[in-house]
């Protein structure tokens, strides 16, 4: 803004010695000259109204436009008759000229009570008060902002008249409300805006002079800490040298609130982009920190003003310190979750439990390195963001199982691995970090119900498509069984956590349910085949069991030894050539599957080629001789499996 000087003479008049000197001389002047004069005195009314115009409008401003039109030219005619107005009583200078040739040169003070005396001396003075109020306000400004800049020659004397200004419009706002006056009177008094609009004014032209940073949207660390610096080495020690001129005229208080105002709102600017990342918004902390340590709060040095004013530095400093890292711990929170989401995506392999790790801990770490504070409440928030994604990651879950309805072989193991990461890196995060009981509970109950869920749903899964692959075959060349135990076998290789008991417990219980479903298929095959398909099955079940053993033993390695097998005791059986050998090779089958019933045995048999009816009522008997019922074995293979008893043996009977 340029410096204005305002002709306030030329304003309001020139006095009453003028206009008698003018009234004298146009009538010596010849007709010429006085035509000119006329002339010249219609254009300077012209330009009066147009100016008093332009300075009236802040008053014109609240009001409608067609109305606040109108009103704005009344008000330009009233101040033009008032400039015209001579004298009010002959011999005197009329109140509005010493109120403007007192604004004019910078004695504000005297200004405010010679306004303040015309306010309150009747009816039309309300009006004249608020013009010359609006008028005082904008030539202070001025002073104020050139006293900032340097520009201009504003002597001191002018800016002190401006602190005693602000200090008049205090008292006179206490005398008002102390004298029963309506609240609204007051809240509507011009005067009672000066300090607001001073401060952002001043505010404004301090923000005008910070460096600038470039692109938001890109800022890298560099950058952003090259900014600082110029802060911390320009901009502040810019403001508390042009401060000096502000403590010699009273207004060091207000000069420092503006220079807190611009530093903390250029602080949130930055925090507040959505682009800053945790490590950009942890620099702004650390500054801010360093500067609050260090002392150099801006114009508030304790070696340059009172205590009381060097504490208002320093509660800034800690509000802009409160508020940064209230933006810290939210980016902190909104990037562990966004990165546990990408880690633990169902669509995506699971990721490394140490990068998982790394997520949860590194801003924990950095923020040590700043504050032991600061790193705590990092490491909560880290902790409380890991359960609030525990739990929209079972829902997550759930949904995916509502709208895939039947769970995937890969989409189920994945979701379980992801299961067995969480379950370590939460028991790796209770020894690193200051995890609660309560906690360590939630989240175990988390874990606990998703495995739960997600292993049922999973051996629904495998119980669905291998009974779906046998249920034709024992009569097809290719029914598709050995698609889903190869499917099975490179699930299970892909699975990352191979020593955890949960992947144990799952391959055991997958191994259980392809023998059961292999048995019921086996065993309710079309009765009474011909040799040559006899020998067909003898030779699937071979095939079978071969597949069968790698799959099993390379995904459980060691661990398959114990596993139990009946295929191969079927075969065993099946493949002895004489009665007394078959009866042998019962007994151990008997002992190890308590559940084995006659119509399994039959349907055995039935396998068997060439075997006669002597021998097939042999092994019932040794059967029948042999087998014990208990319901509290743990081999219950057989129990679930379901076979139509034969109607009658080969011989006509219901022994065999």
Not at 503 to 518: G, S
């Amino acid at each position: 803004m340029r410096k204005t000087k305002y002709s306030w003479r030329a304003f309001v008049g020139r006095g009453s010695k003028w206009d008698n000197m003018s009234t004298e001389n146009a009538r010596m002047l010849p007709k010429a000259m006085h035509e000119e004069r006329k002339k010249q005195e219609a254009k300077r009314r012209g330009k009066l109204k147009t100016v008093a115009g332009k300075l009236l409008k802040a008053m014109a401003s609240g009001k409608e436009a067609a109305e606040g039109k109108a009103g704005s030219e009344d008000v330009a005619g009233n101040v033009l008759k008032m400039a015209t107005s001579r004298k009010e009583v002959k011999g005197e200078t009329p109140a509005e000229e010493i109120i403007c040739r007192c604004i004019e040169e910078g004695k504000f003070f005297e200004a405010c009570d010679r306004i303040y005396d015309l306010e309150h001396s009747g009816s039309s003075g309300v009006g004249k008060s608020e013009s010359l109020y609006t008028l005082l306000a904008e030539r202070m400004w001025t002073v104020v902002e050139e006293a900032f800049s340097g520009t201009g020659m504003i002597s001191l004397e002018a800016l002190q008249s401006v602190g005693e200004s602000l200090k008049w419009e205090k008292q006179k706002e206490a005398e008002w409300l102390s004298s029963g006056q309506e609240m609204e009177s007051v809240s509507t008094w011009s005067p009672n805006f000066w300090r607001k609009d001073l401060e952002e004014k001043l505010t404004h032209h301090m923000t005008n002079q910070i460096p600038l940073l470039g692109s938001s949207s890109n800022t890298d660390e560099t950058a952003l800490k090259q900014h600082l610096s110029q802060l911390e080495t320009v901009f502040l020690p810019d403001l508390e040298h042009r401060s000096g001129v502000f403590k010699e005229a009273g207004l060091l208080v207000t000069y420092a609130r503006c220079c807190h105002t611009s530093l903390s709102s250029h602080l949130s600017t930055l925090t507040d982009n959505n682009h800053f990342s945790f490590s950009q918004c942890l620099l702004v902390y650390e500054w801010v920190l360093k500067m609050y340590k260090s002392g150099s709060e801006t114009c508030l040095r304790s070696s340059q003003t009172p205590q009381h004013n060097l504490s208002l530095g320093v509660q800034c400093l800690v509000w802009i310190i409160l508020k940064t890292e209230e933006k810290l711990l939210a980016v902190a929170r909104k990037e562990v979750g966004k990165a546990l989401r990408e880690a633990f995506d169902i669509g995506k392999p699971p990721c490394a439990d140490t990068a998982v790790i790394q997520i949860l801990t590194e801003k924990t770490e950095a923020a040590c390195r700043v504050s032991e504070s600061l790193s705590e409440k990092v490491e909560a928030v880290c902790l409380e963001e890991c359960l609030s994604f525990l739990e929209s990651y079972e829902n997550e879950v759930r949904s995916f199982f509502q709208l895939d309805g039947c769970l995937g072989i890969c989409s189920g193991l994945r979701i379980l691995e992801n299961c067995c990461i969480l379950r370590t890196v939460w028991h790796k995060l209770t020894y690193i970090c200051s995890a609660s009981t309560s906690q360590d509970v939630k989240v175990n109950g988390f874990l606990d119900r998703m495995e739960d869920e997600i292993t049922e749903h999973f051996l629904q899964t495998i119980t669905s498509k291998v009974k779906g692959s046998l249920k034709e075959h024992f009569k097809k060349f290719d029914s598709g069984f050995d698609h889903i135990l190869e499917s099975l076998k490179q699930s299970f290789l892909a699975f990352g956590k191979k020593k955890s008991e949960t992947y144990k417990a799952l391959v055991k219980a997958v191994n259980t349910i392809v023998v059961t479903e292999y048995l019921q298929a086996l065993l309710t095959a079309s009765r009474k085949p011909s040799s040559v398909r006899r020998r067909r099955i003898i030779s699937k079940i071979e095939e079978d069991h071969r597949m069968l053993q790698t799959v099993f033993e390379v995904c459980l390695g060691p661990a398959a030894g114990p596993l139990k097998d009946p295929i191969k005791a079927i075969l065993e059986l099946i493949q002895t050539s004489n009665a007394e050998g078959m009866k042998i090779a019962l007994l151990p089958i008997l002992k190890e599957f308590p559940t084995l019933r006659k119509e399994h045995l039959n349907a055995v048999l039935d396998i068997k080629d060439s075997l006669s009816r002597e021998d097939r009522a042999a092994l019932l008997k040794a059967f029948h001789d042999n087998c014990r019922e208990s319901e509290t074995e743990a081999n219950l293979l057989f129990a679930d499996i379901e076979v139509k008893p034969r109607k009658c043996g080969l011989c006509g009977c219901l022994c065999c």
